[in-house]
């Protein structure tokens, strides 16, 4: 007889146990199946909150994400750690506000090139074709012509603008920064309480 995969979900600060490809609970010595814990959850709506029952949900579905990416390993231990890593890699909420984060970036970096002078440079270079001189006379053009320069512009007065610019980018950046951090941490609050909450399922 073939042994059914399970998931072994052990006492709150210890490690997770996940066998490969397993669509199958073992909660506290019970075997029960992944939909059987979720409407376990649900069946609890007077004792938790929508967001925990999506919570709980999600978590399930990092589980299943966590033993696809291994469907042909052998068992191994799976932690707390291991969850919210694979939430993070795996949140488009986090995605949206890591992108968010780049955009500012790019904002700023745009805004202080309006501030530092800015250098411009130009080269050319021409070949005439050789002209024959008339009889008995001189050519003094040169066949090569080559031309280089330089050209520093910095402006002297924009009425505050410039810096104004700059600033607003730069509290954009902040706020970015901000939102991405207040996103990953309710990420994480969720999985945790989802980590734990689906040992109290049972």
Do not use: C
């Not at 959850?41 to 938790?48: A, C, P, Q, T, V």
Request: aromatic content about 10%; cysteine-free; charged content about 20%.
């Amino acid at each position: 007889m073939s042994q059914v995969p399970s998931w072994n979900f052990p006492q709150p600060g210890s490690a997770l146990l996940l066998p490969s490809s397993s669509l199958t609970v073992l909660l506290r010595g019970v075997v029960v199946t992944g939909r059987d814990v979720v409407e376990s959850i649900e069946g609890r709506s007077n004792l938790h909150t929508e967001s925990m029952t999506m919570a709980y949900r999600f978590i399930l579905s990092i589980l299943l994400a966590l033993t696809a990416t291994h469907s042909f390993a052998a068992d191994r231990v799976y932690t707390l750690q291991d969850a919210y890593e694979a939430a993070l890699g795996t949140s488009e909420i986090v995605k949206i506000a890591e992108e968010g984060v780049v955009q500012a970036e790019s904002i700023v970096d745009q805004a202080w090139t309006y501030v530092y002078p800015r250098l411009t440079g130009e080269a050319g270079y021409t070949r005439y074709n050789e002209i024959l001189p008339p009889s008995g006379g001189f050519v003094f053009q040169p066949l090569d012509d080559f031309r280089a320069g330089l050209i520093l512009t910095q402006p002297l007065y924009t009425g505050g603008r410039t810096f104004a610019a700059l600033r607003s980018a730069k509290k954009l950046r902040a706020v970015s920064r901000g939102e991405l951090k207040a996103t990953k941490q309710d990420t994480l609050l969720n999985v945790a309480e989802a980590y734990y909450g689906v040992l109290r399922a049972q």
